[in-house]
């Protein structure tokens, strides 16, 4: 096999025609300035082209299967492995979705429950027994005489199929009616079922009024049923109720019976399994949807935000169901399942079970994750702790030969959890399998075989190559930008002295999720960073009681903060701002201009010129999102999408507007020589000399510039920006408001998608905010960002259960000298104690 993957003249997006050799089964870090091409060469380049070839080399029926992907614009890759990328944007957002899901150790434990789980009563808690046919005659009979009800064999549940033999072997048997799918269907007539559809097949074995005189066809309708299966359906029919039986299990007490256990049973996404009120979502207010408002979820009423409906509940394993084992942490699961015991009978089959259970736990504890729940909903994740599942999956998948794509997957780590990360990395590299990685950590540069940068700067004045080599000899360089911040030539200076504050907001009790009851003074008017090991309360702490408790003080919001006594303070200030990473937009008509008010601003200045006023247009002319001033072929696009049979989608150019979006009248309204297609092609950069005439639109300009967004362009698609991009451009937004000097902005990992140089142009910006009066609270793991904050809130000293105690506060030099701090360790060495 080549040793080497070659690429000759890429060019896709700021590319400039780069050439590189990489070798293969080693660890390559992709390094440089924000925008300088690093998501464009390892994602949209290597990663696109390997995973399209892959889908090239499969037969053509199951290529219609999977989205077709474009060739990037490289003339020439070789060496190229089947590949598989870990960003931090592929994770499911659905509801249904969950940690357990995704690792695939619910399926698991599914299959673990349907195997040993020991049947209970769901009302009264008995152990269920079997109910033979005698049993169910006598509460058949003790229902109302005159009773219409039917009596249904069910022979297929929720499986996919057409099921043709079931249905001609139910005729030649000499059934006429069944139920399919709740519906009355006579089999007599012509029909089909969906082949990719799950469906529920029950005989209609006979329709027979209650009344002592039918006892004896009653009985026989129920030894008939009895042979195609153990469950038993029978349908009253005026209250169109259903009825379970079960010849394996039922209550002596209640008289109720359980289905037939198998894995469906336990699960969310099965109407075999599901909550019948919330059918699976676990919340009252939502639905499959694509926006989840996660302040406002209400757990369902009926199953306490179990999903499960009560009779998959009652099975149990060393007295715990199936939810109750979800809600442990990780590190709590594997506990409990080494310490179950098992019959002689049971435990060959538990063992086959928990061996994979216990493979994929080791590799979630080893990348640093084992804090989190099973049932905690993938939404919910931050996107390093999304990362970290899916890479920790393909771990356990012990496959070699695999190019891996991983796009800074120390996002959301401390950096004494990164040191299990790159051993990881390097465990799979020795398996034989190639690993390219985006990332800006110093501790995973310095793991690498290979350095790859680019730059120099972002957007236009990126994508060049400027240098490759082993960091040994990176460090030497001096032409490397990122050499000079590791090396310490070029550095974050540490402020020369902290700010100190008289005033406070203090949280009593603090009880949410792992939070041990715990009263947090946060200092306010100063720089405040939240630190400790991933899972250890950051986030429980900042977002889900002080972000919820503030907003629904200051601005009666309909939210449920997490559990604590009380918060004093709240009074000293009278705004607060959640700045996240979540996207701008989701449709390539938001973009960086229209979601900071910079395009309104555009749109009033070409309202405004002698040619627009002429001809009478108003500023929403120069909207591509309206009727008027778009180009009506593209609706304002700028391209049409056209449906290739058996190939990917082709993504034109408006044969009309060119792409301009805009119809030729309102391109003939030009500024300085630009029309407002043109200004929405330039970076902010170039758009921050043009308009520097127009305080309004220069003001908005500028702070997208001091943050690190010159780069990229005025009309660029939301969808395109990464989650650090989008933060970044929600935090302009905010800067560019009037401030009040009483305002609290609380940030989530601002750092994630920054190189060094990228991070002092942040800290300024919060630097300035400060300055200014406000308070702002970072959630953060870079130790450049920590070592300037003016107080450190600690949390720990582990995740999950083990976390959630106050550990340490104070100073950066307050904390790096407090014995029991992890981040006061690593803290020490940065700034020189």
Same mark, same amino acid.
């Given at each position: 096999m080549q040793q080497n993957i070659v690429i000759k003249k890429a060019r896709q997006h700021n590319l400039k025609n780069i050439d590189l050799i990489l070798p293969r089964n080693k660890i390559i870090v992709i390094t440089g300035p924000s925008g300088s091409g690093k998501s464009s060469l390892a994602m949209d380049t290597i990663f696109a082209e390997?995973? $399209?070839?892959?889908?090239?080399?499969?037969? !053509?029926?199951?290529?219609? !299967?999977? #989205?077709?992907?474009?060739?990037? +614009?490289?003339?020439?890759?070789?060496?190229?492995?089947?590949? !598989?990328?870990?960003?931090? &944007?592929t994770i499911s957002k659905s509801p249904r979705s969950t940690v357990g899901t995704i690792t695939e150790i619910y399926d698991y434990l599914r299959l673990l429950y349907a195997k040993i789980g020991i049947p209970y009563c769901p009302r009264c808690g008995r152990r269920l027994i079997s109910q033979d046919i005698n049993k169910m005659l006598d509460f058949i009979l003790s229902l109302t005489e005159g009773t219409k009800i039917?009596? =249904?064999?069910?022979?297929?549940?929720?499986? &996919?199929?057409?099921? *043709?033999?079931?249905?001609? $072997? %139910? *005729? %030649?048997?000499?059934?006429?009616?069944?139920?399919? #799918?709740?519906?009355?269907?006579?089999?007599?007539?012509?029909?089909?079922?969906?082949?990719?559809? $799950?469906h529920t097949i029950e005989l209609i074995v006979d329709r027979i009024i209650v009344k002592e005189k039918y006892k004896n066809q009653i009985k026989r309708a129920l030894e008939?049923?009895?042979?195609?299966?153990?469950?038993? /359906?029978?349908? !009253?029919?005026?209250?169109?109720? #259903?009825? @379970?039986?079960?010849? /394996?299990?039922?209550?002596?007490?209640?008289?109720?019976?359980?289905? +037939?256990i198998d894995p469906r049973l336990f699960s969310f996404n099965s109407k075999y399994g599901a909550c019948p009120r919330c059918k699976g979502l676990g919340y009252e207010n939502i639905e499959e949807e694509e926006e989840i408002d996660v302040l406002s979820l209400i757990p369902c009423k009926l199953c306490e935000g179990t999903r499960l409906r009560e009779e998959s509940l009652a099975i149990k394993i060393n007295g715990k169901n199936i939810a109750e084992l979800s809600t442990f942490s990780i590190d709590e699961l594997k506990n409990f399942l080494y310490g179950l015991k098992f019959s002689s009978y049971n435990a060959p089959i538990a063992e086959r079970i928990l061996k994979e259970i216990f493979i994929k736990i080791d590799f979630l504890q080893k990348i640093g994750v084992g804090y989190l729940s099973l049932n905690r909903p993938s939404f919910s994740l931050s996107g390093g702790e999304a990362q970290r599942i899916r890479l920790a999956t393909q771990l356990?998948?012990?496959?070699?030969?695999?190019?891996?794509?991983?796009?800074?997957?120390?996002i959301g780590l401390h950096p004494r959890d990164c040191l299990k990360l790159i051993e990881s990395m390097k465990e799979l590299s020795i398996r034989g399998n190639t690993l390219i990685v985006v990332e800006h950590d110093e501790s995973?540069?310095?793991?690498? #075989?290979?350095? /790859?940068?680019?730059?120099p700067g972002g957007g236009r004045d990126g994508g060049y190559l400027t240098g490759v080599y082993p960091p040994d000899k990176l460090l030497k360089s001096r032409n490397s930008i990122t050499a000079q911040y590791l090396t310490g030539s070029s550095k974050i200076s540490i402020p020369e002295e902290r700010r100190k504050s008289q005033k406070f907001i203090k949280i009593i009790g603090a009880q949410a999720y792992n =939070?041990?009851? @715990?009263?947090?003074?946060?200092?306010?008017?100063?720089?405040?960073?939240?630190?400790?090991? %991933?899972?250890?309360?950051?986030?429980?702490?900042?977002?889900? @009681?002080?972000? *919820?408790?503030l907003v629904k003080k200051l601005y009666n919001a309909n939210v449920y903060p997490g559990n604590y006594k009380a918060i004093e303070g709240i009074e000293q200030i009278d705004k607060v701002v959640c700045v996240d990473q979540s996207p701008i937009g989701r449709t390539s008509r938001s973009t960086p201009a229209t979601y900071t008010q910079v395009m309104t601003e555009i749109r009033e200045l070409f309202s405004l010129l002698p040619d627009a006023r002429v001809r009478g247009y108003s500023k929403s002319r120069f909207s591509f999102n309206l009727l008027g001033g778009r180009c009506e072929s593209c609706q304002g696009d700028g391209i049409k999408k056209i449906k290739m049979h058996l190939l990917p989608d082709v993504y034109v150019v408006c044969d009309n507007c060119k792409g301009k979006r805009y119809n030729e009248e309102t391109l003939q309204i030009k500024y300085k020589g630009k029309n407002i297609s043109e200004v929405l092609q330039m970076t902010v950069s170039e758009a921050l000399e043009f308009f520097s005439a127009v305080p309004k639109l220069n003001q908005k300009l500028q702070i997208m510039e001091d943050?690190? =967004?010159?780069?990229?362009?005025?009309?660029?698609?939301?969808?395109?920006?990464?989650?650090?991009? %989008?933060?970044?451009?929600?935090?302009?937004?905010?800067?560019?408001?009037?401030?009040?000097? *009483?305002?609290?902005?609380i940030l989530d990992e601002p750092t994630t998608g920054l190189h060094m140089v990228d991070i002092e142009r942040l800290l300024n910006i919060l630097q300035r905010l400060v300055d200014m009066g406000n308070t702002v609270i970072v959630i953060e793991h870079d130790l450049e960002i920590i070592k300037c904050a003016d107080y450190i809130i600690d949390l720990g000293p582990e995740g999950g259960s083990s976390g959630g105690y106050l550990i340490a506060k104070g100073t950066p030099e307050e904390v790096a000298l407090n014995p029991n701090s992890y981040t006061g360790k690593f803290l020490k060495e940065k700034l020189g104690l």
């Open positions: 390997a995973h $399209r070839r892959y889908l090239q080399s499969l037969p !053509i029926e199951l290529r219609t !299967i999977f #989205d077709q992907l474009q060739k990037p +614009d490289v003339d020439f890759i070789e060496g190229l492995s089947p590949g !598989i990328s870990v960003d931090q &944007k039917q009596i =249904l064999a069910p022979v297929v549940i929720e499986k &996919k199929g057409e099921h *043709k033999e079931i249905f001609d $072997r %139910a *005729k %030649a048997e000499g059934f006429i009616r069944a139920r399919i #799918d709740g519906n009355i269907v006579e089999l007599t007539q012509e029909f089909s079922l969906k082949k990719h559809v $799950r008939l049923a009895m042979k195609y299966t153990q469950t038993v /359906v029978v349908n !009253i029919v005026n209250e169109n109720r #259903d009825i @379970i039986f079960s010849s /394996v299990l039922a209550c002596p007490n209640c008289g109720i019976s359980l289905p +037939d356990g998948s012990h496959l070699s030969g695999v190019l891996y794509v991983l796009d800074e997957p120390s995973t540069i310095m793991n690498a #075989d290979l350095v /790859v940068e680019l730059g =939070l041990k009851n @715990i009263n947090v003074e946060i200092p306010l008017g100063v720089f405040v960073c939240v630190t400790g090991v %991933a899972g250890s309360g950051k986030s429980t702490l900042i977002f889900e @009681i002080l972000y *919820k408790a943050i690190g =967004l010159g780069y990229i362009t005025l009309g660029q698609p939301a969808t395109t920006l990464s989650g650090g991009e %989008a933060q970044r451009v929600k935090l302009a937004k905010e800067l560019s408001k009037k401030p009040t000097g *009483k305002t609290l902005y």
